[in-house]
């Protein structure tokens, strides 16, 4: 194939992924209405009071549609949380807030407010239909008096900034939230049905959205650690320091660490599922599909390399499968951010990729987020080929220089090796593969 088809045959195996994805999809496999109730994964519930849906992500939309679909006016009323931007239907009965994503903003502080307000006026008979997905954390920042919301912004500035995992950032962000950490679901006293969108590597119910209504595994100690172990203990606020320093004391209440039955959670789309259909389209492609792991992690350009290996493996020894062949992998890579260039976890993969193939023939390497926005672009991620570098090279760049600058967006745009999907109102992690041709 040329190179031209080998893209081809990627963006749709790229689409393959994002249709399994789909949240509407996800909420119809899980959700039944069923005479004046509804059943979950199964189970059944009859509101004897209140029905409230709160959606609350990148996905919302989409889940609050099928949601809406499903169950109509049993839903009495309800709020849509989602990244400022985003299009959303209206619907009666629900309110429709946007929010600061990654970064949190006095939207997204207004719209906690309002999630908050709908929690604590539950009745025992009432039920609470949360539906989340990625980018809920920052969607939704209460800060735990007496911090303010300035300081919840500069405390996930930095840790956006210093290669901090989702989950280490999770982690803190919980210890600093009067909503999350299990703490929404210690407000009422009604019951909170969670049905999640994935995000996270590993599908921990705790660290999607920081799980507002699970209970919370992690500790002040281990927010603490986090910090330290990217030495921001002195850079945070003061005021984040010295709550963080009285929950380790003992001063400040944990996280919830057990809540009642009545709270019960689910995973309804995950990477997992997102690869599977991918790997099938890429079966259909003439590319058998292997899935290498779903818990990719690590610095982006470290992965990067990985995945050149693996495909330099399977080209010359067969290994850990012969040619032609589609390897994935899919998880959340990081960035220490050093340059002040454009870029993203998944175009820094795809640069790197492509310095350790340059002059290899027969195969590609694609990565994207499957949100379709990787870092501060607007591009989902990027290719990378044996033609990548010497095609930058020509435009006058400098792919090394490009990667430690974290301005791969500029020369992947040069290139051509951009993948836009726009924004896909779904997120179940990135994706990355490489097709390797039989030579």
């Known amino acids: 194939m040329s190179l031209a088809e080998l893209k081809q045959v990627s963006l749709r195996v790229v689409a393959a992924a994002l249709s399994a994805a789909d949240p509407g999809a996800a909420v119809r496999r899980s959700l039944v209405a069923a005479g004046q109730g509804f059943t979950v994964c199964g189970r059944e519930y ?5 029905l409230t849906l709160a959606a609350v992500g990148k996905a919302a939309s989409g889940m609050a549609d099928a949601a809406i679909e499903i169950l109509g006016s ?4 309800g709020i849509v949380v989602l990244p400022q931007g985003y299009p959303c239907t209206r619907h009666r009965g629900l309110e429709v807030l946007e929010a600061g994503h990654p970064v949190p903003n006095e939207g997204g502080r207004a719209a906690a407010g309002r999630v908050w307000d709908l929690a604590a006026q539950m009745q025992e008979s009432d039920i609470l ?16 008096p007496p911090l303010s919301l300035d300081d919840k912004i500069e405390c996930t500035n930095l840790l956006l900034r210093s290669g901090a995992s989702i989950r280490e950032i999770n982690t803190v962000r919980k210890h600093l939230s ?6 929404l679901a210690a407000r009422t006293r009604g019951t909170i049905i969670t049905l999640a969108i994935s995000d996270v590597v ?25 910090l330290a172990r990217y030495d921001l203990l002195e850079s945070v606020p003061a005021a984040v320091r010295s709550l963080i320093e009285e929950g380790v004391a003992g001063r400040v209440p944990e996280t919830p660490k057990a809540l009642p039955g009545r709270f019960t959670a689910e995973v309804i789309a995950s990477s997992g599922i997102a690869v599977e259909a991918a790997a099938e389209e890429a079966q259909r492609q003439g590319f058998p599909g292997i899935v290498l792991t779903t818990f990719l992690e690590g610095e982006a350009r470290e992965a990067g390399r990985l995945m050149a290996s693996v495909a330099r493996e399977v080209q010359l020894h067969g290994r850990p499968a012969a040619p032609p062949v589609c390897i994935f992998a899919a998880g959340e890579t990081t960035v220490t951010v050093k340059g002040s260039g454009k870029g993203g976890r998944n175009q820094e993969i795809a640069l790197a990729a492509g310095i350790e193939l340059s002059g290899e023939a027969g195969l590609i390497l694609a990565s994207f987020a499957t949100d379709g926005r990787d870092g501060n672009t607007d591009a989902a991620g990027g290719f990378a080929s044996g033609e990548t570098v010497a095609a930058g090279r020509r435009k006058g760049l400098d792919p090394r ?9 500029a020369f992947l745009s040069a290139t051509g090796d951009l993948i836009v999907t726009g924004p896909t109102g779904t997120n179940v992690n990135d994706i990355t593969f490489v097709l390797v041709e039989n030579r």
């Open 46 to 50: 009859r509101p004897g009071g209140i």
């Open 129 to 144: 239909l949360l539906l989340l997905s990625g980018g809920g954390s920052s969607l939704l920042p209460l800060p735990y």
């Open 401 to 409: 220089a490009c990667l430690a600058a974290n301005n791969t967006h």
């Open 178 to 183: 009067a909503i999350k950490g299990g703490r």
């Open 202 to 226: 590993g599908d921990q119910l705790g660290f999607i959205s920081s799980g507002p209504a699970v209970p919370d595994p992690t500790t002040f100690a281990d927010a603490a650690g986090v």
């Open 74 to 77: 049993r839903v009495s009323r």
